[in-house]
């Protein structure tokens, strides 16, 4: 079965310093990825999605930045965090198809705080 | 464009019926929706491919009007555990890339 992870859970930073959330999925292949972020009470903003190694959409421009340097591996940093940057930082992952739809698939998401 | 979703908040009583509506000004592919509790991560609930479907399981159905660009949520007998925040995500276009209402914040009571 597949199974997604997100590290780290928490993570409180200082305005202005760097930031590295890595998400990797297990048990499947060549999938699509998704970074979202959620203001505190708010919808889920997409930031970035990737369909493959080195393929990354930004969705909105900021501070922030995505990589892809693995099939299972996405990677959100950012070299100067601002206030705004707080939130909550899901990752998800669907099926790569042209064919059809394909329901997305939550990480347990990373609360972070700048102050 | 982000889809609207009405109402923003519901509260129910145990066993009342709720609908939950999605409306987006462009033409949709498709049209997921996603339950999230507090705290924790959206779950997946049902898509919807444009052509009009239906589709439910348990007591939670949900609709496709391609041609209103429309979906709706509909909650049948609710139970405690409904309690949560529904989102609908909305696809344009083929590649997997939703775009998220707003939410719907629901809340069942004893």
């Known amino acids: 079965s597949q199974t997604i992870h997100q590290w780290p859970a928490t993570l409180v930073q200082p305005v202005g310093s760097p930031l590295s959330l890595e998400c990797t999925v297990e048990?499947?292949?060549?999938?699509?990825l998704y970074w979202y972020r959620q203001a505190a009470g708010r919808g889920l903003q997409l930031l970035f999605y990737?369909?493959?190694?080195?393929?990354i959409s930004s969705e909105v421009p900021q501070n922030l930045s995505a990589s892809r340097p693995q099939d299972r591996q996405f990677i959100l940093s950012s070299k100067k965090l601002l206030l705004s940057d707080s939130g909550f930082y899901l990752c998800?992952?669907?099926?790569?198809?042209?064919?059809?739809?394909?329901?997305?698939?939550f990480g347990p998401g990373t609360r972070l705080t700048v102050t | 464009q982000q889809p609207v979703q009405s109402p923003q908040a519901v509260i129910l009583r145990e066993g009342e019926d709720a609908v939950i509506n999605c409306s987006s000004s462009?033409?949709?592919?498709?049209v997921h929706w996603y339950r999230q509790k507090h705290g924790e991560a959206p779950v997946f609930l049902m898509i919807?491919?444009?052509?009009?479907e239906q589709k439910g399981h348990d007591k939670i159905s949900a609709s496709f009007n391609e041609k209103k660009q429309q979906s709706s949520l509909y909650l049948t007998a609710s139970q405690l555990s409904y309690s949560g925040t529904y989102f609908c995500?909305?696809?344009?276009?083929?590649?997997?890339?939703?775009?998220f209402g707003q939410g719907t914040e629901l809340s069942v009571k004893p």
């Open positions: 995500g909305t696809e344009t276009g083929q590649g997997g890339k939703l775009i």
């Open positions: 048990g499947t292949s060549n999938p699509n």
């Open positions: 919807l491919l444009k052509g009009g």
């Open positions: 462009k033409a949709l592919y498709s």
């Open positions: 990737s369909v493959g190694i080195g393929q």
């Open positions: 998800a992952w669907s099926v790569d198809s042209l064919l059809a739809p394909y329901e997305q698939y």
